[in-house]
């Protein structure tokens, strides 16, 4: 998989096609992006659009149902090309479309959030929400995947600060991007670049999510329970980053961590590190997630900046910080 990061890498996208020389070229997208960053797309390159509504709700079966029918109409064969534009909701649908089109097209991801740039964009999994989140989905990767920092200057703040919750995690699970983040400078593509390098080491030796990949997972827990008890309205990075303080508010009881190396960095970009969720429900939801281990609370926890480990811990430690991180005052 191709991997470029640059301001301005939007405009190589042709030689990635040319050199694959697809037969024919398809770009998925969405309503938003049409307007903003297609038009960059088609001045180079000949392709059908393919463009959905904007929102998580059209990463289902029914939309990928509509775009198979579409890929068929234009006569698409497996030597063609889908590429997706977007967001991770829109890379997580073109990349599940392209694995499963007459057994897997070509894929290429240019993704437009900071989210999808460090992130969904990168590592292969693919996925459409069937009764609950991700519930279907495949392992692909891609032929290239182009990021421009170019493509952030449209996007709203609050989508920067989502993606920044993923930036952190990294930035605890790697010293050198937790050096950037200390003397933060701003989003740019030696930043995104690290955090790639970072997911790109980890999912290379398990791409799977068989061991190593699930470190990952840091501040994923208690995040993925509070995106599900509040129903998905809590932003993914957001529900993260409480998560991340959870999980360094847990270790430190547990191997001595220092927690206020995560609340300086959340702080720094004023992210969330409380939340208004009752304990007891969120317990509940951990113990079912589709990672949790038969019903066992397992963490990644850190031990130190750019070292975490995969733990169980007993259900009290989890509750009591919980119920310390609470604040009712009608955030989150
Ligand atoms: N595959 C993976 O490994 C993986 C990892 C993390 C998240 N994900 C998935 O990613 C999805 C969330 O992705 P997201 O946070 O990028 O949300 P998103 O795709 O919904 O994008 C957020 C919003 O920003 C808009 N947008 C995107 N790029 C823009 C730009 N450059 N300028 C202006 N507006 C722009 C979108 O239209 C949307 O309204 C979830 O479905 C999640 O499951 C997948």
């Known amino acids: 998989m191709g991997v470029v990061i640059g301001k301005g890498s939007i405009k190589k996208l042709k030689s990635f096609v040319d050199e694959l020389s697809p037969y024919k070229t398809a770009i998925i997208t969405n309503t938003t992006l049409e307007k903003l960053w297609l038009g960059k797309i088609l001045e180079q390159v000949s392709a059908t659009p393919i463009v959905i509504p904007d929102g998580e709700e059209f990463k289902s079966l029914e939309t990928a149902r509509q775009i198979w029918k579409e890929l068929l109409e234009i006569g698409f064969t497996r030597k063609s090309l889908i590429i997706g534009l977007g967001g991770g909701v829109v890379t997580d649908l073109a990349a599940f479309v392209a694995s499963t089109f007459m057994r897997g097209t070509y894929l290429g991801l240019i993704p437009t959030t900071l989210l999808a740039q460090v992130d ?61 983040l200390k003397f933060f400078r701003g989003i740019d593509e030696g930043l995104i670049g690290e955090c790639v390098n970072v997911k790109l080491r980890i999912v290379e030796k398990d791409m799977r999510e068989r061991g190593r990949r699930r470190i990952l997972n840091l501040g994923h827990t208690v995040g993925h329970a509070m995106e599900k008890v509040s129903g998905y309205r809590i932003k993914h990075g957001f529900a993260v980053s409480i998560g991340l303080m959870a999980s360094a508010l847990i270790a430190e009881k547990i191997n001595g961590f220092d927690s206020g190396k995560v609340e300086e960095l959340l702080d720094r970009f004023n992210l969330p590190k409380k939340h208004s969720f009752e304990p007891k429900e969120l317990l509940k939801v951990m113990k079912m997630d589709k990672k949790a281990w038969y019903g066992r609370l397992v963490f990644v926890l850190p031990e130190d900046i750019g070292k975490v480990a995969v733990r169980e811990v007993d259900e009290k430690t989890v509750s009591t910080v919980l119920e310390a991180m609470r604040d009712d005052s009608g955030h989150n």
């Open 120 to 180: 969904a964009a990168i590592g292969g999994k693919t996925g459409i929400n069937f009764e609950g989140k991700n519930i279907i989905g495949t392992f692909y990767l891609p032929e290239f995947v182009i990021t421009d920092p170019e493509t952030l200057k449209t996007l709203p703040e609050v989508e920067i600060l989502n993606g920044l919750g993923e930036v952190v995690k990294y930035g605890i699970l790697d010293s050198g991007v937790y050096r950037k």
